[in-house]
């Protein structure tokens, strides 16, 4: 038991990181519709702006966050003005295409200035942990859950309570209805695409605070996407709910696995669970299931 709950805990723990970065998937796609596949590299070039800052420059850690918050700010904007809006009305397939492009772009820009060689954060959490149940919990691993919870708490008071948020699940539901109560829903989708570039760099910091910041970490957009198609693509607090158990069973398949077949098996196990959600539930675990007529 000791040993299934030091692959468990950990696992659940770096769950909340995929949930965090698949929220960004999910608030671009509740109000435009589109599945953003440069969502990986909206994680990384966030933790390279934050690397640039606190690392190269030596700015202090809290003026690092927010320099890189806003940074992240201007990038979905740029992208969502620039690049989604002309789009508006166009088969969606093509929006989705161009999202890949921009990918591809912003990869090449990470090589192209920090180059290729994996990059060390300066650490954020104190050295040790706690000890749960037997187990010793890093510090990393438990502001992981505590800062992915928390702002999971601020968005859900944010979409409840905020007239800004209401619009924007107004939107989410019916883009049409929104429009005619004077919303405008092109404002609103670049504030989806600014609040996930935020969550994304978050995101993208506390995951490399750990394994480093390497552009082929972009990968975990797709973990991001096993999460959000699993728990739902217009759910909130389905990500919330795939992202721990998916981390958690990664995690416990890779400890008893991965010495069985020399690795890989972490890799392979979101992907797995993924498959066998939509054969159950096409529609996630949380999603909304939509009956149209043929």
């Not at 040993?3 to 805990?9: T, V």
């Not at 066998?276 to 299931?289: A, Y």
């Amino acid at each position: 038991m000791t040993e299934f709950l030091s692959y468990l805990i950990p696992g659940i723990m770096t769950g909340f990181i995929y949930a965090l970065i698949a929220l960004g998937f999910v608030l671009i796609y509740k109000c435009s519709g589109v599945l953003n596949l440069a969502q990986g590299e909206l994680v990384i070039i966030g933790a390279y702006v934050f690397y640039a800052l606190r690392g190269q420059m030596g700015f202090p850690l809290s003026v690092s966050i927010l320099g890189t918050i806003v940074s992240a700010i201007v990038l979905g904007l740029l992208v969502e003005r620039l690049v989604i809006r002309p789009l508006i009305g166009q088969p969606i397939l093509a929006v989705i295409l161009v999202t890949l492009a921009i990918a591809v772009i912003l990869r090449g820009l990470m090589i192209m200035i920090w180059g290729p060689a994996t990059l060390s954060l300066p650490r954020l959490f104190p050295v040790g942990g706690i000890n749960l149940v037997g187990i010793s919990i890093s510090y990393e691993h438990l502001f992981f859950a505590i800062v992915s919870v928390v702002l999971f708490g601020i968005l859900f008071l944010f979409f409840r309570y905020a007239i800004t948020g209401l619009r924007m699940m107004a939107v989410a539901d019916d883009q049409q209805a929104a429009q005619s109560v004077g919303i405008r829903v092109s404002t609103v989708m670049a504030m989806a695409w600014a609040i996930a570039a935020i969550v994304s760099s978050v995101g993208g910091i506390l995951l490399t605070s750990i394994i480093g910041v390497h552009y082929s970490a972009t990968g975990v957009g797709l973990r991001a996407i096993a999460v959000v198609l699993a728990g739902g693509l217009q759910s909130v607090g389905g990500v919330l709910v795939a992202g721990p158990l998916i981390g958690a069973i990664e995690s416990v398949a890779a400890g008893y696995l991965d010495p069985l077949v020399g690795g890989g098996v972490s890799d392979v196990a979101a992907y797995a669970v993924l498959i066998l959600v939509l054969i159950v539930r096409p529609f996630g675990l949380f999603g909304w299931k939509k009956i149209e007529r043929v």
